[in-house]
């Protein structure tokens, strides 16, 4: 099993549309859970990460964290062709161990106007 | 607002040729990392440095590769013998801590 599962896609949704982006795992050391965009042929971008379980919101973007099912997710919403990119999720832990974030494969998001 | 800046951005070399992938980390960031995306694939960890030494490396990065913080600024990747498959975006990324890692826009390595 990998340590970090994500649905490649690609999503294609319309223009205006809420978006759900999600991830699984398997190490139940993770803490540190982050989002980020990656559009063709450039770096990841930070979105978003939270600590530990529960939601963060910023803007038109929340970000969910199940750590009783190892379940994360990513909700855009009012989705605009701008946010058509790759998502990838990637989770380290607190403490211990490796710190180094573990990425998904990360999932294609077409947003069409 | 501060950001990670890597060069060259597309670095052209013949197989068997040495390469240095050159990064600027954000300033007061303390952990380093170089990762790899081939084409179409995800984004594979190769190394981290913290405290002027290397903290943790991946299977990938073997005795071809290398690293180093020659100054109080510059992080650097050599790959010593190039190889067909090492054609991928290398990515430098810095963080604080364990949290945020912030990426550089990436450096295209062809090998040919």
């Known amino acids: 099993q990998k340590e970090v599962e994500q649905d490649p896609g690609p999503l294609s949704v319309p223009e205006g549309a809420i978006v759900s982006l999600n991830c699984t795992y398997s190490?139940?050391?993770?803490?540190?859970f982050m989002w980020y965009r990656q559009y063709s042929r450039k770096g990841p971008e930070l979105l978003m990460y939270?600590?530990?379980?529960g939601n963060k919101e910023d803007g038109r973007f929340t970000a969910q964290v199940d750590k009783s099912s190892k379940y994360i997710s990513l909700f855009i919403r009012d989705s605009q062709p701008s946010d058509s990119a790759t998502y990838l999720c990637a989770m380290s832990p607190a403490s211990g161990g490796s710190y180094i974030p573990t990425f998904g494969r990360g999932t294609s998001l077409i947003v069409h106007p | 607002e501060p950001e990670v800046t890597q060069t060259p951005s597309h670095q052209v070399t013949q197989m068997g040729q040495e390469v240095i992938l050159r990064c600027v980390p954000i300033?007061?960031?303390?952990?380093f990392y170089w990762y790899r995306q081939i084409l179409g694939q995800k984004v594979e960890f190769l190394v981290s440095?913290?405290?002027?030494?290397?903290?943790?490396k991946s299977e990938i990065f073997d005795d071809q590769f290398s690293v180093e913080r020659p100054d109080g600024s510059n992080f650097t990747l050599k790959i010593r013998s190039t190889k067909l498959e090492d054609s991928a975006m290398y990515f430098c990324?810095?963080?604080?801590?364990?949290?945020?890692?912030?990426f550089g826009q990436g450096t295209r390595l062809t090998v040919v």
């Open positions: 190490n139940s050391a993770f803490q540190y």
């Open positions: 939270t600590y530990s379980s």
């Open positions: 440095f913290y405290n002027n030494e290397i903290s943790e």
């Open positions: 300033s007061n960031h303390l952990y």
């Open positions: 990324a810095s963080s604080i801590v364990n949290t945020e890692a912030f």
